[in-house]
Protein backbone atom coordinates (compact mmCIF):
# COMPACT_ATOMS: atom_id res chain seq x y z
CA UNK A 1 0.00 0.00 0.00
CA UNK A 2 2.61 2.28 0.93
CA UNK A 3 4.30 1.92 -2.76
CA UNK A 4 1.10 2.69 -4.18
CA UNK A 5 1.29 5.96 -2.49
CA UNK A 6 4.17 6.42 -3.19
CA UNK A 7 3.66 6.13 -7.36
CA UNK A 8 0.45 8.36 -7.02
CA UNK A 9 2.06 10.64 -5.45
CA UNK A 10 5.27 10.94 -7.52
CA UNK A 11 2.75 10.58 -10.61
CA UNK A 12 0.87 13.91 -8.84
CA UNK A 13 3.84 16.24 -8.58
CA UNK A 14 4.87 15.44 -11.70
CA UNK A 15 1.51 16.28 -13.77
CA UNK A 16 1.91 19.35 -11.62
CA UNK A 17 5.17 20.20 -13.08
CA UNK A 18 3.82 19.55 -16.17
CA UNK A 19 0.91 21.72 -15.77
CA UNK A 20 3.74 24.45 -14.47
CA UNK A 21 5.28 24.21 -17.48
CA UNK A 22 2.68 24.44 -20.11
CA UNK A 23 0.89 27.06 -18.11
CA UNK A 24 4.23 29.50 -17.55
CA UNK A 25 5.54 28.81 -21.20
CA UNK A 26 8.91 27.84 -19.74
CA UNK A 27 10.32 25.68 -22.50
CA UNK A 28 13.68 23.86 -22.38
CA UNK A 29 15.81 26.02 -24.07
CA UNK A 30 16.54 25.45 -27.84
CA UNK A 31 19.20 23.45 -29.18
CA UNK A 32 22.34 25.62 -29.84
CA UNK A 33 23.23 26.76 -33.48
CA UNK A 34 26.38 26.03 -35.25
CA UNK A 35 28.32 29.42 -34.95
CA UNK A 36 30.63 30.13 -38.12
CA UNK A 37 33.97 30.61 -37.75
CA UNK A 38 35.43 34.21 -36.52
CA UNK A 39 38.69 33.37 -34.92
CA UNK A 40 41.41 31.58 -35.59
CA UNK A 41 41.66 27.94 -34.19
CA UNK A 42 45.64 28.30 -33.55
CA UNK A 43 46.09 31.53 -32.32
CA UNK A 44 42.73 32.89 -31.21
CA UNK A 45 42.45 36.02 -33.42
CA UNK A 46 40.21 37.51 -35.84
CA UNK A 47 39.95 35.38 -39.08
CA UNK A 48 41.19 37.09 -42.14
CA UNK A 49 39.13 35.43 -44.91
CA UNK A 50 41.86 35.27 -47.12
CA UNK A 51 44.22 32.46 -45.61
CA UNK A 52 42.52 29.37 -45.10
CA UNK A 53 42.85 25.92 -45.63
CA UNK A 54 40.31 23.20 -47.46
CA UNK A 55 40.36 20.08 -45.07
CA UNK A 56 38.39 16.76 -45.61
CA UNK A 57 35.52 19.33 -47.45
CA UNK A 58 35.67 21.79 -44.95
CA UNK A 59 36.87 25.35 -45.35
CA UNK A 60 39.31 26.44 -42.24
CA UNK A 61 40.20 29.95 -41.92
CA UNK A 62 43.19 31.47 -39.94
CA UNK A 63 44.58 34.91 -38.48
CA UNK A 64 47.94 34.88 -40.36
CA UNK A 65 49.92 32.35 -42.73
CA UNK A 66 52.27 30.69 -40.00
CA UNK A 67 48.76 29.30 -38.08
CA UNK A 68 48.40 27.39 -41.48
CA UNK A 69 51.62 25.48 -40.81
CA UNK A 70 50.79 24.91 -37.45
CA UNK A 71 47.31 23.45 -38.16
CA UNK A 72 48.95 21.15 -40.58
CA UNK A 73 50.79 19.85 -38.17
CA UNK A 74 47.98 18.41 -36.10
CA UNK A 75 44.59 19.02 -38.01
CA UNK A 76 42.00 17.41 -35.92
CA UNK A 77 43.32 18.92 -32.52
CA UNK A 78 42.22 22.21 -33.93
CA UNK A 79 39.13 20.85 -35.48
CA UNK A 80 38.63 19.46 -31.94
CA UNK A 81 38.78 22.93 -30.26
CA UNK A 82 36.42 24.44 -32.96
CA UNK A 83 33.73 22.02 -32.52
CA UNK A 84 34.00 22.61 -28.65
CA UNK A 85 33.63 26.04 -29.07
CA UNK A 86 30.33 25.56 -30.97
CA UNK A 87 31.99 26.23 -34.47
CA UNK A 88 31.20 24.59 -37.56
CA UNK A 89 33.54 25.18 -40.31
CA UNK A 90 31.80 26.10 -43.70
CA UNK A 91 31.85 23.34 -46.45
CA UNK A 92 34.40 24.00 -49.09
CA UNK A 93 32.54 25.55 -51.90
CA UNK A 94 31.87 24.38 -55.02
CA UNK A 95 35.01 24.50 -57.77
CA UNK A 96 34.93 27.75 -59.38
CA UNK A 97 38.83 27.41 -60.92
CA UNK A 98 39.37 30.31 -58.82
CA UNK A 99 40.64 27.98 -55.81
CA UNK A 100 43.97 29.02 -53.53
CA UNK A 101 46.46 26.30 -53.87
Known amino acids: MKQVKS ?6 VAAAMAVSVATTGIAAPPAAQ ?3 QT ?3 VLGGNINKNIYVDYQGQRIYFCCEGCIAEFKKNP ?3 LEKLKEAG ?3 EPVPEAT ?3 KK
Request: glycine share 4%; aromatic share 4%; charged share 20%.
Open 76 to 78: EKY
Open 7 to 12: ISLALV
Open 87 to 89: VTP
Open 34 to 36: PQT
Open 39 to 41: TCP
Open 97 to 99: GKE
